[in-house]
């Protein structure tokens, strides 16, 4: 729980902290299994200076012991609280009192519970640390870690004993637990840089800790494990400067499940829920999101290791089994990793030593034959390493043994040393930790994978994170930089009756920003609604205008394509009946009578302001699918053309938008314009708007015209803006 928006720290003013020299562990103690005894225990191998406080004792296992924070000898730069929850306070003013530089808390009991007096109690520790100039981590937090000072600040059984392996990977964490279960790797060789736990992260968070790794030279790449954050601004803040520094951000967000409440009022409040925010944000700052706990270590091993891709998108597949080789190439297609033809030299090569019943191809079968010495096998990987074609190796192992994947792994290692190119294991047995694998796991330039799928899915996010040179920041408009004066006016005058505006309305607010809607008249009978008909000519929609109705298809509220006006005047009656049945008491204005739209595909267009993140930008399938398939793309808004052309792309039914079969396709780029238009509606109005759908935009073969739309303002907007009738005509 964070104490109240703020920047993020510096990477100096975390430095003490984070890298001490000194260190006082409060509650220190020789019980075993309690946290002052796990902490000294953790900090065994510590290269700095380690102070015990606690008055029973001189001495606790071979460290000086001190009665008090004030009889330290020097200021500590990190003081860890091994202390109960009615002792923090008390602490926290001891510790700026003697200077430190930070402090961790372990202590549980504070804004998690819930509980108003001990929600309280940690702001007011988090605002006297703010006041004192003392970063606080924690409370409820299991501790920090940092490999290249051999020092555990963490009360985690058995960290002492796992060997204070260095690496390139970078570990932040809200949950200590979750993140300790990742650390763990380091008993099979695998590497970590800092360990950063956050807990409730009442001053200390994961965005101050994502911001420090970003500067830290140990970390290359950096997991984050988080279950969400009070500021999604400072995140993104940090998150970017990750990306600016060419340090992958692999993101595991906990609680992805959407809890039911109450409906939501529109289409895009129904789809664009918090976790589809948090992924559409960590689009946004160049973060790759894991859906799997078991792939984080995995894709961010990777990416530290790598480096940049240097020949292009592809890759090659270097097997000893047949069957290994088209699981691999079955992964390629599904992650669409391109696996090109062997460079004629490298053909050559590899039909010196592979037997006819072998495959000299890509993937490559090398059989079981070129097993039987390291030579042969180190011959074929030196063709693979030496082939121009490829910015990657994809090497299957599919059993474990000391002759076959003992035997390889020096030579792989050896090769991994000579390559620019990154050499990807695919470690296949169950003998999760085989001959071999450890020194796999610990070579600073293979990754091991224990996933044929998630090695292709790693080498995709990697190929695609290199190649994403789409800018962060939009360079130009698409409407009118005065465009959100006129959607305030506009509103001050507004006919509305709760949170939404009505559809004609709603379509004003669109045209304010460029984008083009049905001309429209308002009929409040029958009689004037054949008479709106007639001077529109031709085919005409009729719609219910009612403020408080927001679907009107769910119940009759719309009939399309009407030309006769016997015809208009019954549907005009019946829509207003219908609407008396479903919305009793409810305040209806008339009908809407549109000119029909031309033929097109039906898309949906969405804004939603987001607690944490602001402003987001849906597009998708609209009509009648938008709730039946989902298939939809949503980013931060605003957006540019590179942007929205790539939401577009992502789409599963994008191929509607594209000639087949005769049909001729229809205007792409009329669609990107109002997808730009509407994403800088969100957030020139963010303080006013809260949700639109417009559903559907009919995107025709000459341009895109929004059929019906859907505004819900700000509850705080709703409460204060004064609302008189005022529907004239829309041209």
Known sequence: MAFSSRSLYAPHELRRLIEPRVVAIVGASETPGSFGERTLSNMAEFEGDIFAVNPKYKTLLGRPCVPTLADLPTAPDCVVLCVGRTMVADMIKSAAAVRAGGVIIYASGFAETAIPEQVAAQRELCAYGRRSGLPIVGPNCVGLANTRLRAGLNFMPGYGGMGHKRGPVGIVSQSGALGYTVLQAMVRGVGFSRYLSSGNSCDVDVSDFISYLAEDEDTRAIICLFEGVNDGARFLSAARKAREANKAVIVYKAGTGEISGPPALSHTGTLVGSSVAYEAAFRDAGAIIADKLEAVLELASFFAKAGTPVNGNSVGVLSTSGGAGVICADKAERYGVLLPPLAPQTAAALRRVVPDFG????????????????????????????????????????FASGASSGARAPTLAEAAA????????????????????????????????????????????????????????????????????????????????????????????????????????????????????????????????????????????????????????????????????????????????????????????????????????????????????????????PVDKNIARTMIQSLKGRALLSPFRGNSGVDVDALIDAICRLSELAEDLKDVVGQIDVNPLIVATNGAIAVDALVMLQPQYNETASCVDALPKIT
């Open 359 to 398: 495959s000299v191809a890509n993937p490559a079968d090398l059989t079981a034959e070129a097993l039987k010495t390291s030579e042969t096998f180190g011959s074929c990987l030196d063709a693979f390493i030496a082939d121009p074609n490829y910015s990657a190796l994809v090497i299957p192992m599919v």
């Open 418 to 637: 000579r390559t620019d190119r990154p050499l990807a294991i695919v470690w296949m047995s169950e003998w999760l930790q085989g001959p071999g694998s450890e020194i796999l796991d610990a070579d600073p330039k293979i990754s091991v994978f224990r996933s044929a799928d998630r090695c292709f899915a790693a080498l995709r996010a990697w190929l695609d994170w290199h190649n994403d040179q789409s800018p962060r920041r939009i360079a130009s408009r698409h409407s009118d930089v005065d465009a959100g004066d006129r959607v305030r006016k506009l509103l001050l005058n507004a006919s509305r009756s709760g949170p939404a505006l009505s559809e004609s309305t709603s379509k004003k607010v669109l045209t304010c920003y460029g984008i083009a809607v049905p001309e429209e008249e308002l009929a409040r009978n029958p009689e004037e609604a054949a008479a709106a008909a007639a001077r529109l000519g031709g085919p005409v929609a009729v719609k219910i205008v009612a403020a408080e109705i927001y679907h009107k298809s769910d119940f009759g509220g719309v009939r399309l394509g009407i030309s006769d006006p016997k015809d208009v005047r019954q549907a005009t009656a019946d829509i207003i009946a219908a609407a008396s049945r479903h919305a009793p008491g409810a305040r209806i204005d008339g009908v809407s009578v549109q000119k029909m739209s031309p033929a097109g595909v039906e898309m949906i267009l969405g804004i939603k302001n987001d607690l944490q993140f602001g402003p987001l930008i849906m597009v998708g399938l609209g009509g009648i699918w938008v709730e039946l398939l989902q298939d939809t793309a949503v980013r931060l808004a």
